[in-house]
């Protein structure tokens, strides 16, 4: 959920509950005020009723008429019922009323007095209705006006948060789209909050650290590798020295050749891992025009030479030229380590089978007859079997190629074949 | 041949000396940028081997100031970095050649030769050991003048050992340069042997006088009969 809308929701639901009591206390009050004028109205005329009751003693017991909007009647009552009702009783009730044929609210009160010693009760009864129906207008009224109060707030608060809020969104806009090696400049809005400022400053200062141990490591993992590069030199070169300038055994040439192998080892992991580092920093930048095919051509006349006793049957559809726009190392390193490991993971009288239509470069091979785990396949040192000259690294690095250029990678195993397929942009 | 060997790395200086001297060429060495100046600026030379990581100094610089001195010798850079950038800031300056470490022995003793063979031979490109002699540019080979036909794997094989006479080359070494970066994950050198199988019936049939002997166990080494 946004903020401004969180805020604007808190804000609506605060002053709606505001606004909702402060009608209810104004309700309670208004009714609290008519109801006692109402009854000093009622006192007046049941004072006049009595006064008239005790002079003109022609009045009957019980009478009951019209008298304006008040209504009243007069009954004997017993001695016990006016010892306990001394006083005047006011209370609001519904009653019929003939005229508009209809249930309506009355106020009603109660007086009991004593005309020579015989106790009676004055009831009066009288209407509010008029009133109620002002009092309920009012309250629409300020309902009314309360709501579209509510309104102009709820849109004044958002576009003042929104206009408030766009230092923010920009730089959330600009962290989003900056890369660890990239400077980009900061969007110049002139931020005017502190707090945004601070923020603003926080990121900046962040970024910069990011940055600070990006470059940092980077260059580590390029010095590591550079600088494993002249030992390795040094190892290499002894032994050659050695086999040179002695004579040795066969059993000693053997082992100085399985080290050097080693060597060469260890060589290709430290070149496999300063290519896969510089591929995830975006440092190659050269784009040619590159054609696929001739790619996987020479790569297959080559592979086919190293693995011919494996007796692999290679086939090859090239239902379209794929030309794709990328860095010739990376494009030759995409394709012969995707090519390679259909090789190295095949067997005996195996078969390739290669297709290029649509795009997409798909490479089946038969193999091990169990599918490998499609999201752990491409990560890096990811071996499967004993395969000890793997450097684990092919997959990684073909992964790292495709994400860098948008590609799509994928792997199946349909039909007993291990399917990698790239889908060129 | 003079060959200036600068590179701060005691130990590698000391084997490349050491390989080269094998080699009957006359090595200095220099260990920083400010040795290393001093020298050429006194003496000539004809090979430089320059490191481009000095602790006083990048190598290009060195490569700069050599140029403008118009020192005649031909450079070649040895880097730890295989970037193509870097090849071609070498190359652009004037260096003759790129090695980058680690690097064979036999490929160092080659790449010195070329250059050699470069300033020698006015330009014109050839190897030539017994009676047999390769143009590499055109892809020719001649055993006692006569031109014979080989394939493709076989011209690479040859040309690899011809650039490195008698010096015993591993098998993994011979697969790396020939088949480059295809045989990394191979297990097995055994696609040599048929390869090597035809290229000696080839030099024999046309009655070279060199020919490429078995290394037991190690691999293989260019010799004359």
Known sequence: MKLSHRIILSISGVLFLLFALWAL????????????????????????????FLEIDSLPNSLSGASGTVDYYIEKVCPEYAESHQTPVFQTDEEYIDAIQNVETVRVMTQVFQKQGIDYELTLTTQVFAWNKTLDFAILSILTLALVLLLAIIIIVSFII???????????????????????????????????????????????????????????????????????????????????????????????????????????????????????????????????????????????????????????????????????????????????????????????????????????????????????????????????????????????????????????????????????? | MKILIIEDDSSLRELMQKALTDDNHIIETAANATTAMMKAEIYDYDCILLDIMLPDGNGLDVLRQLKEARKEAGVIIISAKDSLEDKVTGLDLGADDYLTKPFHIAELSARVKSVFRRKQQHGENFVEFGNVKILPETRQVLINGQPIELLKKEFDILHFFMTRPERAVSKSTLAESVWGDYIDQADNYDFIYAQMKNLRKRLTEAQANIEITTVHGYGYKLEQQ
């Not at chain 1, 206390?25 to 049941?46: A, T």
């Not at chain 1, 004579?247 to 080693?262: A, C």
């Not at chain 1, 580092?277 to 054609?291: A, V």
Request: proline share 2%; net charge negative.
């Open chain 1, 162 to 425: 929104v206009k408030n809020m766009k230092p923010i969104y920009r730089l959330t806009e600009w962290l989003r789209h900056r890369k660890t090696n990239e400077d980009i400049p900061l969007p110049d809005d002139s931020i005017k909050a502190q707090e945004f400022k601070e923020i603003e400053s926080a990121v900046l200062e962040a970024s910069e650290k990011s940055k600070q141990v990006f470059e940092a490591q980077k260059s580590f993992i390029g010095n590591a590798s550079h600088e494993i590069q002249t030992p390795l030199a040094i190892c290499r070169n002894r032994l050659e020295l050695l086999v040179d300038e002695t004579q040795l055994t066969e059993h000693q040439l053997t082992e100085i050749e399985k080290t050097l192998d080693t060597l060469g080892y260890i060589s290709r992991l430290n070149k496999s891992l300063l290519l896969l580092s510089k591929i995830d920093n975006h440092q190659f930048k050269g784009e040619t025009e590159i054609e696929i095919n001739q790619i996987v051509n020479q790569a297959l006349e080559n592979l086919g030479e190293i693995y011919e006793s494996l007796n692999i049957k290679v086939t090859v559809v090239e239902q379209q030229r794929i030309i794709v726009h990328m860095d010739p190392t990376l494009a030759s390193s995409l394709v012969n380590n995707l090519l390679k490991n259909a090789f190295v993971h095949n067997k005996q009288d195996g078969s390739i089978s290669i297709t290029l239509n649509d795009n997409t470069l798909s490479i089946a091979n038969s193999g091990n007859e169990e599918a490998l785990d499609a999201g752990t396949v491409f990560q890096t040192f990811y071996k499967k079997g004993e395969n000890s000259s793997s450097t684990g690294l092919g997959l990684a690095i073909t992964k790292a190629i495709c994400n860098e250029y948008g590609f799509e990678i994928r792997y199946q195993f349909v039909q007993n074949q291990h399917v990698f397929s790239v889908r060129f942009q």
């Open chain 1, 25 to 52: 206390v104004f309700y309670q009050s208004s009714k609290h005020r008519i109801y006692g004028r109402i009854d000093k109205v009622l006192v007046e005329q049941s004072e006049k009723i009595i006064d008239r």
